[in-house]
């Protein structure tokens, strides 16, 4: 579910405007990208384990189908029931379906983007059906009534402050002490009697494991197992590339995930699902149902975008983005912010809606410098701005001034002509060897200055080694 | 068509060479660990913050209630316990503690036995059984682990049961924690806050 209520430029003017936001996001992504680099540190093979993560992922999405066909088989072995959806909307309706047959009059939901993406929190609000989101950062959220703004912690753009005010506004026995620790107790206090009420635990699942048909979750708080055992009915919505053939290949993008997330050797709570409860089994719900989505992913693997599906939604791309440390999430409109959420959010709401994103980004690599599984981010992002071009999305006056700029290129004597007066002008411009104003680009200096272009130009140069 | 078939169809391909997929797992890098001393290893990350586990060491099963004793007695706990049915931990003397097999929303403390503890992470693994529920290992304030010094193994690709798969299977690496407001480590979201692993050196 997307958000593009205004342009990408006034979102992230506003981003920009909001003196607080800033302080909160480089709060969160500064520590989570300082314990990853020690992670990383801490183990010596990381970049061959990169590879190898990235090859599990290459494998796995060339046989998809075959791979899909073994999990569902081996999952209903086990007494699951598999689903399968191509739209959101397909996705949304099984899920409230199952609700409804269950009698479902309140939902636990552990934190899953695949969840935000179809759009189930509001599906479920529009079937009357109570929704207790349990993630912590969730909790903020839904109380807030706001979207996430970043895929690990959703609640990222949240100061400690206005947590506290949200909690004391909302919560029935809040904090009194002005404490992160006396917050979280807090939502410890609201949260505990309503997951273990819940008719029907929803989750997503960071893997789904082919071999056996069980689905996998990991969670920090252990909310995700407080969510899922009590209820009478488990859902898992998954994304179909969310499949490693086997445990083992499971436990190698296990250590990658937790690594590039948070810096941990392994997240707190890793669990593996498979089926529901068992003949004399204290505990777990009498029903497990597994709804499996495509939304536009088969797609993606036909026009060259098969490379985004080895994403495990780690997050490390946007911790380490100068664009998202400045902007924030929300400011991407997406579902998914962040360079990852640039890439994906085309995809699932059009490029037309979203084209800016793809310029929303340095090219300064650093994202693909960190992915677990090799995502050559940048030029995915390249690739979406070749297509807004060849399909016509870009705005008149920047299709107008390229026009105008390959005419000049195609014609090199004018264009030596061009661009010898703009060196001569530019030198009038600055005494120093920075130009701190130029005309035409008040926007661009007036937060930095310009470095001033050498005295002639290349082909000048050039022309004057020759005659030597 | 249904949504299935329209979904397969669009992802027709050659089936999965298994040697293939096996080939991707061969020598795969792993966190390195001493091997002739995995009972250290294991102890130094059950030490470290992102687990920050307590632990304690008896020499038989029959000295299990006087380490627990010893635990909730340092923690100003009561000597109450929620026990799961298993016949290793019914046939050990728990006289002098109140116990109960199923847990309370507001459970101080519960027992469980793991069945393998993993040296390169910290990790505990379990399995749900008519034996052994999971809800309390959740639920409870106060998570306090019998682990066999014999079942440490060295890396999580020991983890996992060979064969037909339990309900659930799972690994708990410390205590329910949240960095959720400003990324500050916080103990304790909604499980437990405290996590006590008991090594068993009986040979």
């Known amino acids: 579910m997307s958000g593009f209520t205004a342009s990408f430029k006034d979102r992230a003017d506003a981003a920009l405007a909001d003196p607080i936001l800033k302080v909160a996001v480089e709060r969160t992504a500064g520590t989570a990208q300082a314990k990853r680099a020690v992670a990383v540190e801490a183990f010596p093979d990381f970049e061959a384990a990169r590879d190898r993560a990235a090859a599990i992922k290459d494998h796995v999405i060339a046989h998809l189908g075959a791979y899909l066909e073994e999990f569902e088989a081996n999952a209903i072995a086990a007494g699951a029931r598999v689903h399968w959806a191509s739209t959101t909307d397909e996705a949304c309706r099984i899920v409230i379906d199952i609700c409804k047959a269950a009698g479902a009059k309140s939902v636990a939901r552990s934190k899953s983007m695949l969840g935000e993406e179809i759009g189930l929190p509001h599906a479920l609000a529009e079937a009357g059906i109570g929704r207790v989101e349990t993630d912590l950062a969730e909790h903020i959220i839904q109380l807030a009534d706001e979207r996430p703004s970043h895929i690990i912690w959703p609640a990222m753009h949240k100061t400690r402050e206005q947590v506290s005010a949200l909690f004391k506004a909302k919560h029935r026995s809040p904090h009194q002490e002005e404490t992160i620790a006396a917050m979280a107790e807090s939502a410890r206090r609201e949260l505990r009697t309503q997951m273990l009420g819940a008719d029907v635990g929803i989750s997503g699942a960071n893997f789904l494991i082919a071999d056996t048909g069980a689905i996998c979750t990991v969670t920090n708080e252990g909310n995700a197992e407080l969510s899922l055992v009590p209820p009478r009915v488990h859902i898992v919505t998954a994304g179909i590339e969310k499949i490693v053939p086997s445990m083992p290949h499971a436990i190698h993008m296990l250590r990658m995930l937790a690594r590039s997330a948070t810096g941990a050797a392994l997240t707190q709570y890793t669990t593996f699902y498979t089926g529901p409860k068992r003949v004399g089994d204290r505990d777990g719900p009498e029903a497990m149902h597994i709804v499996l989505v495509d939304n536009g992913r088969t797609k993606m693997r036909e026009e060259g975008l098969a490379e985004m599906l080895r994403c495990i939604r780690c997050g490390a791309c946007m911790n380490h983005c100068v664009v998202f440390r400045q902007i924030g999430g929300h400011a991407y409109g997406g579902t998914y912010p962040g360079p990852m959420g640039a890439v994906l959010t085309p995809v699932f709401d059009g490029l037309k809606e979203s084209r800016e994103l793809a310029s929303a980004c340095t090219l300064n690599g650093k994202c693909q410098e960190v992915c677990p599984v090799r995502i050559p981010l940048p030029t995915l992002l390249k690739g979406w701005r070749e297509k807004s071009w060849r399909e016509g999305l870009e705005p008149r006056s920047m299709r107008w001034g390229l026009g105008v700029w390959a005419w000049v290129a195609r014609r090199p004597a004018l264009y030596r002509f061009g661009t010898g007066v703009a060196v001569r002008a530019m030198q009038m411009l600055g005494k120093t060897g920075w130009i701190n104003r130029l005309p035409l680009a008040g926007g661009w200096t007036q937060y930095r200055d310009m470095p001033k272009p050498a005295p002639q130009t290349f082909m000048n140069q050039y022309k004057k080694e020759r005659r030597r | ?203």
């Open chain 2, 1 to 203: 068509m249904s949504a299935r078939d329209a979904i397969l169809s669009r992802l027709k391909g050659a089936a999965p060479d298994k040697a293939e997929a096996d080939a991707l797992l061969v020598a795969p890098e792993r966190p390195m660990v001493d091997e002739d001393a995995l009972e250290a290893e294991f102890l130094a990350r059950l030490a470290l913050p992102s687990v920050s586990a307590s632990h304690d060491a008896i020499d038989t099963i029959a000295d299990l209630p006087a380490a627990v004793a010893r635990y909730l007695d340092a923690q100003g706990e009561a000597r109450s316990l929620c026990l799961p049915p298993d016949p290793r931990l019914m046939a050990c003397d728990w006289r002098g503690f109140t116990l109960h097999d199923v847990a309370a929303p507001d459970e101080a403390a519960a027992l469980a036995i793991a069945r393998r503890g993993i040296a390169e992470s910290g990790s505990l693994v379990f399995e749900t059984s008519p034996q052994a529920p999971m809800l309390p290992n959740f639920l409870t304030l106060h998570h306090i682990v019998l682990l066999a010094v014999r079942d440490i193994a060295a890396h999580l690709e020991a983890a996992p049961l060979v064969g037909a798969q339990p309900r659930a299977h799972y690994w708990i690496t410390g205590v329910s924690g949240t960095t959720d407001i400003e990324g500050s480590y916080v103990r304790g979201a909604h499980g437990p806050r405290f996590l006590h692993v008991i090594l068993l050196r009986e040979q």
